[in-house]
Each structure stands twice: as structure tokens, then as C-alpha cells.
């Protein structure tokens, strides 16, 4: 609303609200409007006089509608005389988790999404913090291994000496599976868990859309301020000797741990795939695609549901059971998911992938619960429109092609011949199972880490 050149200045302004406009009038005659929607807090004066310090996003023009990461725009502030009612709702305190004699660790993913993070830290996060004279360190990214090697010099050693710390992570899904994977690697239990805000910098953002935040910063700003610390539900992957990471855009594969171990194990938040979801995250994981934004993620789909030479899509061979509890008797029972072949198989820890794919509409925020949806195989249109109904708020899993349920447990034999064709996505990395290979997956019984929720 506000218009860009607008100069707030620092005196004192009269605050009328009218609608879903705060009207803003100065002693000198200026006039200046903010849409409430733009507002990220309100501060009560330092003294005991009635004027509060009003926060509120300004954002480029022509992009007043929405919050996507697109339109960055940056933080304002404006002093009022005296507190309108309808603003009270804005009222925010510094909340303790933003308090800790640890000053607050940033880290800034510079790749994530469309590199816009470092922007988003300039413009929003960093006035944010210093409005609310927060202490931080900042810590940019430095190559693939950088939020690793802060949990290894810093965060992991802090929680386990019981050191309360705040993260706030300007990244998409990656820099949180960073934390989780090496946390949930290297303890068994911590005496404090550390609480991570999201600042949503990455393309998909899932974990951040699916506690409530929509998709750009200014939700992650939001939570930040008047959030609640909550445990992360974290599933464990067990996965059949030899598996091994596909890293350096397709080029290079890393094994995921002593090959001659009974398994090795990955830890998620997330999701876990295996057919035409995983094959696009894995095709479209090119600097080439990421210029897309999450495009890429339609662009590689097509492709795979329409091959270019006309023929088919692909028929995932293997076979998929699972475990369901009732939930009035408490008893579980064994269930196999239909035939041997399919086209799409995704588990889930979080409702949406994107703000607008709703993958598992029953999910509730951080309630813990697995759900898995998939489908057999079918022509590249039928496929098209179940994935248009997923991005119309989860009507897919109503389509009787679809099967969706919660379980405890997840296992899947694979029997492709081409590695091409195992590979599965967990976490948006990438892993290509040995022939013959198996997958197991189950809920994680520690809780290790937290994210700021917002209210
Ligand atoms: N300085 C850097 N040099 C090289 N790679 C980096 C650097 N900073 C971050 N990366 C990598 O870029 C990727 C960014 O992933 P991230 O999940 O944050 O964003 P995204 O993939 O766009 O979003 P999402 O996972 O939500 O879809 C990660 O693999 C991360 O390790």
C-alpha cells in the first residue's frame, strides 16, 4: 500500500484504522497508509508514554499482493501516538527465545532458491533483529558443507551441554535436513534442543509452509517474533548396504556409509519418494533448472509423464507394504500396496511440499503422523490431473485411483534393473538403492531439534 518514496521520517504520527488500512497522519500534514496485512509487530514505546513503534513491510512496487520471494521489499518502521484497538492484535515483546546469552546464530544459504537470501537477511531479517535489539552472529554459506560444519564446531555441543541457542535459517528444506541429518547422526539425546526459525529462502520450503508460513520471508518474520518453539517429527530411513547419494548435479555418487554395514540410515522431516516425484527432484536438481524457481519441479515432471519420444511413462517395478494402526483399537495390521508396478509413491511428515501442493491434506502441523498417497501406473494425462487436484488443496487423495493412509511403518523391495529408475528422493537428496535393494521407513523416536511455530 505504502507507496515507495514515501519518507516515514521520525516524528510522531496520528494512527486512524479504517478497514484493512492503518491511516497515518503527521503534525505537519504527511499522510501515509500500511495495509495491516504488511504489518509484522508492534512495539510498546521505551517510556511510559502511549506512542508504540509500528514494524511493517514495504514491498517493490507492483507487487502488493502476496508474499513470495519474488518481492522481497524491506522492513519500515513508523512511530505512533497512541495505540488504535484494532492494532493491538500486533502487539509483540521480545520473545525469550530471541533472549539467550548465546547471541542468536543467522546462517544465510546463498544458493537457496532463486539466491535471494542474502537480500532477504539485508533487508528484512537484519533490521528485524537490530529493531529488536537482538544479538546475532551471521554465518553466509561457503560451499554445500557449511551448515554441517556449524553443527559440528557449534550447535550440536551447545545442546548437549544444555546451552539454550536460536537458529534462524534463511534456506529452503535443505539447510533444515542439513541440522537434522547431522544431529540425528551423531547423539542420542541432547540436554537442550536447539529452536530453529525458518525464514522460507528455498523453492519447494516445505516444512516452512506446512507449520502454517506462507511462502515468502515475511511469514518467516512473523513467526519469528510471536512463534512457539516446537519439536520437529523426524522419520528414520533405513536403507540397504550399498546405497549411496547422488551428488554434483547427477555426476557423482557418495556412498552413505560403511558399505558393509546391515543398513545405513537417513533421518527427514519431510517427505520420502520413490517413482515420478523423485525422478523430478532428481532431474531438475541442475543450476541449469534452479534458475526456474519452483518451476523446475513441473518442467522435469512433464517431461517424465510426456517422454519426448511418445512413449509412455515409466512403470516403477517393486513391491510396497505398510503397517496402519486402528485408531480405536490401537492394533496394527499389515497391508500391500496393490500390484507390483507404480507411478507415484510419496510419504509424508508435512501436508505441503509447496504452499500450494497439498500432498497429504489430513497431516496437521508437527502432529507427528505418516502419511503416504500413491498410484499405479496410467497415461501421462491422467497423472497430470491428479496432480492438478493435489495443487487444488489435496482434492487428489479422494480420487479413487489414489491410495492415501497413515501408517507406522513403510517398506519397499525394489526390482528395477536400472539404477536410473531406483533412485528416490529423500528429503529432496537423492539416492540410488543397489539392485534388488529395499527401503524401511519409520518415525523417529528422538527429538532432537525445534522450529519456531507460528501462532
Ligand atoms: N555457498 C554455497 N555453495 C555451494 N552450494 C551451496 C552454497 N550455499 C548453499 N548451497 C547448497 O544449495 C542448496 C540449497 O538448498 P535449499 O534446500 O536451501 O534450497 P532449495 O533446494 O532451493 O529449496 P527447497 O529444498 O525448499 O526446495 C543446498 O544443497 C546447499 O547445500
Known amino acids: 500500500m505504502v507507496t515507495a518514496p514515501f519518507e516515514w521520517g ?5 494512527p486512524e484504522v479504517t478497514g484493512d488500512i492503518l491511516q497515518c497522519t503527521s503534525q505537519s500534514g504527511l499522510q501515509g497508509q500500511i495495509n495491516l496485512s504488511d504489518i509484522l509487530g508492534v512495539l ?10 509500528v514494524l511493517f513491510l514495504v514491498k517493490p512496487e507492483g507487487h502488493n499482493h502476496g508474499d513470495s520471494i519474488a518481492a522481497v521489499g524491506h522492513l519500515e518502521k513508523t512511530v505512533i501516538s497512541c495505540l488504535p484497538s484494532s492494532l493491538t492484535q500486533f502487539l509483540v515483546k521480545v520473545p525469550e527465545y530471541l533472549q539467550h546469552s548465546e547471541p542468536v546464530q543467522v546462517v544465510v544459504s546463498v544458493k537457496s532458491g532463486t539466491c535471494q537470501a542474502q537480500t532477504i537477511f539485508q533487508d528484512l531479517v537484519e533490521p528485524l533483529l537490530t529493531q529488536l535489539s537482538v544479538k546475532y552472529e551471521v554465518h553466509e554459506t561457503k560451499s554445500t558443507q557449511t551448515i554441517t560444519e556449524l553443527c559440528e564446531s557449534r550447535f550440536l555441543e551447545r545442546a548437549r551441554a544444555g546451552t539454550p541457542q536460536t537458529i534462524v535459517l534463511l534456506s529452503g528444506d535443505g539447510g533444515v535436513v542439513n541440522i537434522v541429518d547431522y544431529f540425528y547422526r551423531h547423539t542420542q539425546s541432547v540436554q537442550t534442543p536447539p529452536h530453529i526459525a525458518l525464514i522460507p529462502c528455498g523453492t519447494g520450503n516445505a516444512l ?39 551428488v554434483d548435479e547427477g ?7 560403511d558399505p558393509n554395514a546391515s543398513h545405513q540410515t537417513l533421518y527427514g522431516s519431510v517427505t520420502v519418494s520413490w517413482g515420478i516425484h523423485a525422478a523430478l527432484v532428481a532431474d531438475s536438481d ?15 515432471g512433464m517431461k517424465l509423464l510426456h517422454p519426448p519420444d511418445g512413449s509412455a511413462p515409466h512403470k516403477f517395478k517393486g513391491n510396497v507394504t505398510y503397517s496402519e494402526r486402528d485408531d480405536q483399537t490401537g492394533e496394527v495390521s499389515e497391508k500391500t500396496f496393490e500390484g507390483d508396478e507404480h507411478m507415484y509413491l510419496l510419504a509424508s511428515l508435512v501436508s ?18 505418516m502419511w503416504f498417497m500413491g498410484w499405479g501406473p496410467m497415461s501421462g494425462e491422467e497423472a497430470t490431473r491428479l496432480v492438478v487436484l493435489a495443487y487444488k488443496g489435496g482434492l487428489h487423495v479422494d480420487d479413487e485411483a489414489v491410495t492415501y493412509a497413515k501408517f507406522e511403518k513403510l517398506r519397499i523391495d525394489f526390482k ?14 537423492i539416492i540410488a538403492v543397489e539392485k534388488d535393494g529395499w527401503l524401511e521407513l519409520t518415525k523417529e523416536p528422538r527429538q532432537l531439534l525445534n522450529v519456531i511455530k507460528p501462532h
Open 286 to 300: 541442475t543450476t541449469e533448472y534452479r534458475k526456474f524457481g519452483n518451476e523446475r519441479f513441473k518442467i522435469a
Open 251 to 257: 555426476r557423482q555418487k557418495v556412498p552413505l556409509g
Open 208 to 246: 516452512a509452509c506446512s507449520i502454517g508460513s506462507r511462502t515468502g520471508p515475511s511469514s518467516g518474520l512473523k513467526s519469528l517474533i510471536r512463534g512457539t518453539p516446537t519439536p520437529i517429527p523426524i522419520f528414520a530411513t533405513k536403507l540397504s548396504p550399498g546405497s549411496q547419494m547422488i
Open 10 to 14: 521520525t516524528e510522531a504520527f496520528t
Open 416 to 429: 528395477e534393473d536400472s539404477e536410473h529408475w531406483r533412485r528416490i528422493c529423500v528429503d529432496g537428496n
Open 352 to 369: 505441503r511440499l509447496e504452499y500450494n501442493f497439498v500432498v497429504s491434506p489430513k497431516s496437521e502441523p508437527l502432529d507427528g503422523s
Open 44 to 53: 510498546p514505546g521505551e517510556d511510559s508514554s502511549s506512542s508504540h513503534t
